[in-house]
Structures are given as structure tokens and as C-alpha cells.
């Protein structure tokens, strides 16, 4: 891996990151969730399973983006 590749990885990492992020504020927005009904834990259950369920397709690379943020952090 070139040195252009290493710093490469964390920005496109940070990438998916924040646009998983506004995927979910569009959606929490956009009010189809229809989250003031549910109490506390139910709204923390159902924002979290569509969270996991946005990042379910990228399990396999799962470990390699935690090893990229480790690296990020030395």
C-alpha cells in the first residue's frame, strides 16, 4: 500500500461515515418513521436497527474499516 493510499482510506471511511449519517437525519426528517408515538426505547430500537440495516451490506469490510480508524488515531 503506497502512502497515498493510506491517507486516502480515512477519507473515504469518513465519507461513508457522514453520508450514512445524513441518510439517516433525511430520514428522521423526513418524518415517514413517524417516531413521536413510541416511547424512549422503542424510537432508540427502531433508529438503531435501520442504522445496522444501512450498514449491514459492508459487514465483510467491517474489520478493515476499524483497522483504518485505529491507524488514523497513531
Do not use: T
Not at 427502531?46 to 469490510?61: H, N, V
Amino acid at each position: 500500500m503506497s502512502h497515498s493510499d493510506s491517507v486516502m482510506e480515512p477519507k473515504v471511511q469518513m465519507f461513508f461515515m457522514d453520508e450514512c449519517l445524513e441518510k439517516m437525519m433525511n430520514k428522521i426528517d423526513s418524518e415517514e418513521l413517524d417516531l413521536n408515538n413510541l416511547i424512549l426505547s422503542e424510537r432508540l430500537s427502531k433508529l438503531l436497527r435501520i442504522r445496522l440495516e444501512m450498514q449491514a451490506p459492508y459487514i465483510s469490510k467491517w474489520a478493515e474499516g476499524l483497522s483504518i480508524q485505529f491507524h488514523r488515531l497513531l
